[in-house]
C-alpha cells in the first residue's frame, strides 16, 4: 500500500486532500556538505581534488555519497515489505520482539499478514496487534520472529528542519528495498485524508513534507536523516486533481518520529490508544449547507455527555463556524482545526443557534480511543 492513491493499496487507490488545496494520493535529518572546484585552463594532477571532479566525483560528492550508503546500509535493514491478499505495504522493524510499525491504512481491516525482511525472499507470518486508524498507525507482530532483526533508531521530531536530507524507503510497487532521495520541504502540515478501506479519513497534524518520491507501496516505510535517525513513516504522497489523479512529483508527506513511537508504544502495551495527544469536542457532527447549498459550517448531531461541548453548553443543532480564529465551513475545516490543538487547551467556539451567533469557550477534551485489535 503506497503512499496513498496513486497509492495506497494495490491496486486500489485512495485520494487525499491537504486543506482543500492538494490532492494527496495512496498510502506511501542530519546535514550534508558539498564542495565545488573551479574549472581550470590547465590539466589537473593526478589524485588533486581537480582530478577528483574531473572523473566525475568531488571531494565533497564522495563524502555525501558515502553518508547516503552509510544510511542505507544501517536503515534499510529495518524496512520490510508487508503483504496482505493482493496488497502490499511497507513497514518498519520497531523492537526485537518483532513488533513492526505501519501505516493503518497499509493493514486495513486484515488480522494476519506476510512480511518480508530486507535483502531477503522468506515470507514470515504475521499478526496485528492493533491499528490506530485516527492517526494513520498500527503495529503487526511476527510469529516466529529470527534472530538478528534490526529495530530502526527514531530521531527527534522536534530537531527536524527544513532543507535536511531526507532518504525514503520501502517497497514502491512492490520493488522492495528500494530508496529514493530529497529534502524536507516543509513541516508543521496538516494533512486530511479522505475515507476509504481501512481509513476513516484520518486528519494528521504536523506531518513532515518531503520531496524524496513516495510511490505505492512506500506507506509504512521510513523517512530517514543523515545520522540514520528515522524521523517519519512515509503516509501520503501528492497528485494533481486537474490531471486526474496523476502524481504531482516531489509532494510526499510522512508522520512524525514523535507521533509514532507515542502511539506505537501504546499499541504494544497496552493493545490500544489511551493518550492520543488529540484535543476533541466531544461532539458528532456533519457539514452544515446555507440555502445556496454552499457549506457554511459543522452542525452538531450529537453531543457527548460531559464531554468538552456539552460542559460549555453547545447543544444538537448548533452550527459550529469558527474555532478561536479559524473559519469552520465543514466537518473537515473543523477536524483540521482541531488537529492543531493539544487536549486541554481553551478555545473560543463561535456557533450559531436559532439564527443567532453566539459564542462559548469551550476547554477541549481528548480525542477517545478508536483502535482495531484482534
Not at 493493514?107 to 531477503?120: D, H, I, P, Q
Not at 515470507?123 to 490506530?132: F, K, T
Amino acid at each position: 500500500m503506497g503512499p496513498r492513491s496513486p497509492g495506497g493499496r494495490l491496486p486500489g487507490a485512495v485520494a487525499v486532500a491537504l486543506a482543500a488545496v492538494l490532492a494527496l494520493a495512496g498510502c506511501s535529518s542530519g546535514t550534508s556538505s558539498s564542495s565545488t572546484v573551479a574549472a581550470t585552463g590547465s590539466s589537473p594532477a593526478a589524485g588533486s581534488p581537480q582530478a577528483a571532479s574531473s572523473s566525475g566525483q568531488s571531494n565533497g560528492g564522495t563524502q555525501l555519497q558515502d553518508a547516503y550508503q552509510a544510511v542505507i546500509a544501517n536503515v534499510l535493514p529495518s524496512v520490510v515489505q508487508i503483504t496482505t491478499g493482493d496488497s502490499l505495504g511497507s513497514g518498519i522493524v520497531y523492537d526485537d520482539k518483532g513488533d513492526i510499525v505501519t501505516n493503518a491504512h497499509v493493514v486495513g481491516t486484515a488480522t494476519t499478514f506476510t512480511v518480508t525482511l530486507a535483502n531477503s525472499t522468506t515470507a514470515l507470518d504475521a499478526g496485528l496487534v492493533a491499528s490506530y486508524p485516527d492517526s494513520d498507525l498500527a503495529v503487526i507482530r511476527l510469529n516466529n520472529p529470527p534472530s538478528g532483526l534490526k529495530p530502526a533508531s527514531f530521531g527527534d521530531s522536534g530537531k527536524v528542519q527544513i532543507g535536511q536530507i531526507t532518504l525514503a524507503m520501502g517497497s514502491p510497487l512492490g520493488l522492495s528495498s528500494s530508496v529514493t532521495q530529497g529534502i524536507v520541504s516543509a513541516i508543521g502540515r496538516t494533512v486530511s485524508e479522505p475515507q476509504g478501506p481501512g481509513s476513516p479519513g484520518a486528519t494528521i497534524s504536523n506531518m513532515v513534507q518531503t520531496s524524496a518520491a513516495i510511490n505505492p507501496g512506500n506507506s509504512g516505510g521510513a523517512l530517514a536523516d543523515l545520522d540514520s535517525k528515522v524521523i517519519g513513516i512515509n503516509t501520503l504522497a501528492a497528485t494533481e486533481p486537474q490531471t486526474n489523479g496523476a502524481a504531482a512529483p516531489g509532494i510526499g508527506f510522512a508522520i512524525p518520529a514523535s507521533t509514532i513511537t507515542n502511539i506505537a508504544d501504546q499499541l504494544i502495551k497496552q493493545g490500544k490508544v489511551t493518550n492520543s495527544g488529540r484535543a476533541a469536542l466531544g461532539i458528532t457532527a456533519r457539514t452544515s449547507f446555507n440555502q445556496q447549498f454552499q457549506p457554511s459550517g459543522a452542525v452538531i448531531v450529537e453531543v457527548t455527555p460531559g464531554g468538552a461541548a456539552a460542559s460549555a453548553g453547545l447543544q444538537a443543532g448548533d452550527v459550529i463556524t469558527k474555532i478561536g480564529d479559524t473559519q469552520v465551513d465543514s466537518l473537515n475545516a473543523l477536524t483540521t482545526a482541531l488537529a492543531s490543538l493539544s487536549p486541554g487547551t481553551k478555545v473560543t467556539v463561535t456557533y450559531t443557534r436559532n439564527g443567532a451567533t453566539k459564542t462559548a469557550d469551550v476547554t477541549l477534551g481528548e480525542l477517545a480511543a478508536a483502535q482495531t485489535s484482534p
